[in-house]
């Protein structure tokens, strides 16, 4: 059974940076997505990036391009959400998701949709951007 935790969220005014991480365990299968998700209040979730855990593969939202970096550390299992130059419009409990397959090309497609794919979620953290 896969277990998420996120960790790295809280308060930094505008334009400041937080870097979010999530320690996975439990992998079972050959290759895993992991994404990072938000949720502001009110407004649907939407997908904010995704890679690839067996060879980097990424993608990043358009509203966040430019900005944030996901990365990842397949030695301890951890990704990594590097967020700079934040707005308040980033403010939204951060999620990360991870799904497996047996196919490297299923994971390189939900990485590129940013869809929900389903799979596991951790507990959440909440950035806040405001000044």
């Known amino acids: 059974q896969v277990r998420l935790v996120e960790s790295g969220g809280g308060l930094v005014q505008p334009g400041g940076s937080l870097r979010l991480s999530c320690a996975a365990s439990?992998?079972?299968?050959?290759?895993?997505?992991v994404g990072w998700f938000r949720q502001a209040p009110g407004k649907e979730r939407e997908g904010v990036s995704c890679i690839s855990m067996s060879d980097s593969n990424t993608n990043l939202a358009d509203s966040v391009k430019g900005r944030f970096t996901i990365s990842r550390d397949s030695t301890k299992n951890t990704v990594y959400l590097q967020m700079n130059s934040l707005k308040p419009e980033d403010t939204a409990v951060y999620y990360c998701?991870?799904?497996?397959?047996?196919?490297?090309?299923?994971?390189?497609?939900?990485?590129?949709?940013?869809?929900?794919?389903?799979?596991?979620w951790g507990q959440g953290t909440q950035v806040t951007v405001s000044s």
């Open positions: 998701a991870a799904r497996g397959s047996y196919y490297l090309t299923t994971v390189h497609t939900r990485c590129e949709t940013l869809g929900d794919f389903g799979g596991a």
């Open positions: 439990g992998f079972t299968m050959p290759y895993y997505a």
